[in-house]
């Protein structure tokens, strides 16, 4: 039975991200590879033919690839430097997403991240749109917090 009350989804581009430590984290434009899953270990006792128990295995988090337009904050680049240095600082953060009046709607935690990969922007004398930086984070973990929305 309809209620009247309609449920729209969020916006994607109504986003803003948090790092621990990083005073201008919030202005990433693009957001992707959070993601979990789960291997599976398929177990059989001898007296079982035709069928296997699927047992969950090991859990893996993926890479989170931030982009932003590129400014004059290092911030980002002296985080991976220091990585690549033997200074493995990691940091912890959340992605939030907005909802349509800008009020956080949703909250994933993602912890332990560290930057495995920076890239600098592309250039050409012929382009015209924004330089943008790349940084993906390994990350241990990330869950949707319970204290969102």
């Keep these: ?3 009247g009350q309609r449920i729209d989804p969020f916006a994607a581009f109504n986003f803003t991200l948090d790092i621990d ?3 201008g984290s919030h202005s990433f434009s693009e957001c992707s590879g ?3 899953e789960q291997d599976v270990i398929e177990y059989r006792e001898g007296n079982m033919d035709f069928s296997v128990v699927k047992l969950p295995g090991l859990k893996k988090f993926g890479d989170i690839t931030l982009k932003r337009g590129f400014t004059t904050n290092r911030e980002l680049w002296d985080w991976r430097r220091a990585v690549l240095e033997g200074n493995v600082i990691r940091r912890s953060g959340h ?3 907005n909802d349509e009046a800008g009020k956080p709607a949703l909250r994933w935690k993602f912890t332990n991240g560290w930057p495995k990969q920076y890239s600098a922007p592309s ?3 012929t382009a015209t749109e924004v330089a943008v930086e790349e940084l993906v984070l390994a990350v241990e973990s990330f ?3 319970q204290g969102a929305g």
């Design 123 to 125: 250039v050409s004398g």
């Design 34 to 36: 959070v993601n979990a």
């Design 1 to 3: 039975m309809a209620t």
């Design 21 to 23: 430590g990083l005073a």
């Design 143 to 145: 869950e949707l917090d």
């Design 95 to 97: 992605i939030v997403l």
